[in-house]
């Protein structure tokens, strides 16, 4: 059974880090790109990140550039989504995406090309 799980949430202070992870199993995720949303309370869910099937392409919302950077160890089946600069905007729970391609794309921060979903953790940015 394909799954995703993330994990490496929890509080930090502003201007803190954390590493989020998203582990797959029964799947082999070097086939698929894989992205990180986030969704806070009353918020829209938003796109945060998507990386390639190689790792070679990534993006980012331009409200995490500079700060945020995603990466994945195929060996691993790991995908990861380092967070620097913490602010308490970030705040929300994070969930990763995945979707097989067969070609080395990052599909882009909308929720629609993804098929396969984490079930979340929780980000709390506060003093």
């Known amino acids: 059974q394909l799954q995703l799980v993330e994990s490496g949430g929890g509080l930090v202070q502003p201007g803190g880090s954390l590493r989020l992870s998203c582990a797959a199993s029964g799947f082999t995720m070097a086939s698929y790109a894989i992205a990180w949303f986030r969704q806070a309370p009353g918020k829209e869910r938003e796109g945060v990140s998507c990386?390639?099937?190689?790792?070679?392409?990534?993006k980012y919302a331009d409200s995490v550039k500079g700060r945020f950077t995603i990466s994945r160890d195929n060996t691993k089946n790991t995908v990861y989504l380092q967070m620097n600069s913490l602010k308490p905007e970030d705040t929300a729970v994070y969930y990763c995406?995945?979707?097989?391609?067969?070609?080395?794309?990052?599909?882009?921060?909308?929720?629609?090309?993804?098929?396969?979903w984490g079930q979340g953790t929780q980000v709390t940015v506060s003093s």
């Open positions: 995406a995945a979707t097989m391609t067969i070609d080395n794309t990052c599909l882009g921060l909308s929720a629609g090309p993804y098929d396969y």
């Open positions: 990386i390639s099937r190689s790792g070679t392409r990534t």
